[in-house]
């Protein structure tokens, strides 16, 4: 079991950066693959950006690559990812998710994430990019 709790949401003007945190509180010894997703009004939720376990590897969505950043402090047990040069249609609430994994999943592997692998989320943080 993970909870999840997401931070450093807000208002920006475009072209601004955002710095968003997620906080992990295991209550097993799992190993997690963790991702950010995001949701805006009316549409799908959509993968932003994944990091693998053991933080070799990262995967981006084409419409934030070279944008956005996905990092994470094992030691802390935190999940950033720093946006800089945000868009309007970067607005949508974002969400932090966990990924249990099996014992025979590569710790090095970092598919671009999609919603269904994910069974735990954080309660969102609200991004707005104002033109």
């Known amino acids: 079991q993970v909870q999840l709790v997401e931070s450093g949401g807000g208002s920006v003007q475009a072209g601004g950066s955002l710095r968003l945190s997620c906080a992990a509180s295991?209550?097993?010894?799992?190993?997690?693959?963790m991702s950010w997703f995001r949701q805006a009004p009316g549409k799908e939720r959509e993968g932003v950006a994944g990091?693998?376990?053991?933080?070799?590897?990262?995967s981006y969505a084409d419409s934030v690559k070279g944008r956005f950043t996905i990092s994470q402090d094992k030691g802390r047990n935190i999940l950033y990812l720093q946006m800089n040069n945000l868009k309007p249609d970067d607005t949508a609430m974002y969400y932090c998710?966990?990924?249990?994994?099996?014992?025979?999943?590569?710790?090095?592997?970092?598919?671009?994430?999609?919603?269904?692998?994910?069974?735990?989320w954080g309660q969102g943080t609200q991004v707005t990019v104002s033109s």
């Open positions: 295991k209550s097993d010894g799992a190993t997690y693959r």
């Open positions: 990091i693998s376990a053991n933080g070799g590897s990262t």
């Open positions: 998710a966990a990924a249990r994994l099996s014992y025979w999943y590569s710790r090095s592997l970092a598919p671009p994430p999609r919603p269904a692998d994910f069974g735990y």
